[in-house]
């Protein structure tokens, strides 16, 4: 069975970096893009960025988090991790992980219905 656990979340002040990562368990992670999503209260879900299985250049859907925010995977580890670098008090929120098989190496997406498997998230909070 697929699984998906993320960690690495807190709370930092603004300015601060923390790094979260992905596990993947119950298959092998070249198999999937691993997309990085994120929700606050009372917002919808919101697509971060992705990584497809090539393992090239991330992908980043949002404006505000381009130029700070970097993923990686290691297909050998079976992680992915996303690290986020002067970060603001916007960007506060759960963020997950999650898997989406198929649809050619260098496919990603924020479409978030494409992906099979989530994580359960992990809380990020960004205050002085």
């Known amino acids: 069975q697929l699984q998906l656990v993320e960690s690495g979340g807190g709370v930092v002040q603004p300015g601060g970096s923390l790094r979260l990562s992905c596990v993947l368990s119950?298959?092998?992670?070249?198999?999937?893009?691993i997309g990085w999503f994120r929700q606050a209260p009372g917002q919808e879900r919101k697509g971060v960025g992705c990584?497809?299985?090539?393992?090239?250049?991330?992908?980043f859907y949002l404006d505000s988090v381009k130029g700070r925010f970097t993923i990686s995977r290691d297909n050998a580890k079976n992680t992915a991790d996303l690290e986020m670098n002067n970060l603001k008090p916007e960007d506060t929120a759960v963020y997950l992980c999650?898997?989406?098989?198929?649809?050619?190496?260098?496919?990603?997406?924020?479409?978030?219905?494409?992906?099979?498997?989530w994580g359960q998230g992990t809380q990020v909070t960004v205050s002085s």
């Open positions: 990584i497809n299985r090539s393992g090239g250049s991330a992908i």
């Open positions: 999650a898997a989406m098989p198929g649809r050619g190496i260098y496919a990603c997406s924020d479409y978030w219905p494409a992906y099979d498997a």
């Open positions: 119950g298959a092998n992670l070249h198999s999937y893009a």
